[in-house]
């Protein structure tokens, strides 16, 4: 015979695995829509396709700034380093924990986090399929990004200010 305390258990487990389930769906209808209005939005003002290669929008000028700076980040808050403190960004540059050009101290970066990289005159970033992701914004990125001045770019507790 079973016992009552084990069919209680059962029925509760099966309660908070429908649960479960029915805020997934709620969930991924909530992107859906929220994807489906932004796509009529665009279509609605005729903007049409970007003209930049990764869909985002259109990427800024020739990689040096008007008063011939080169592209840099600057540290806005990193464990470890002053803020202010700024990585000039020649051609490549990565970021993460392990033997990259911007090496950060962050429990929450992978070995090698994020890439930065020049495609044409645009910088753009990537990330490296970490495991915490990589935030353009405050937006997770989903492919390659390109970066425009004044951008935040964050990666775990690290945050950096893209600046040309």
């Known amino acids: 015979m079973l016992d009552p305390v084990s069919v209680a258990l059962k029925f509760a487990f099966l309660g908070v695995l429908y649960l479960f389930l029915l805020w997934m769906a709620r969930s991924v209808m909530t992107d859906l829509r929220r994807a489906s209005r932004g796509s009529r939005a ?13 869909g985002l929008h259109t990427a800024s000028g020739p990689p040096m700034g008007a008063d011939g700076a080169m592209p840099r980040l600057v540290v806005d808050s990193v464990v470890g380093v002053a803020s202010g403190m700024e990585y000039d960004l020649y051609d490549e540059a990565t970021l993460g924990r392990g033997d990259v050009e911007v090496k950060l101290e962050d429990p929450f970066a992978s070995g090698r986090h994020a890439q930065i990289s020049r495609s044409g005159s645009t910088l753009v970033i990537e990330d490296l399929g970490s495991t915490n992701g990589t935030y353009l914004n405050e937006e997770l990125l989903q492919g390659p990004a390109p970066l425009h001045a004044g951008d935040r770019i964050r990666i775990g507790d690290s945050t950096f200010i893209f600046q040309t």
């Open 42 to 54: 665009a279509a609605s003002a005729g903007t049409g396709p970007p003209a930049d290669a990764t």
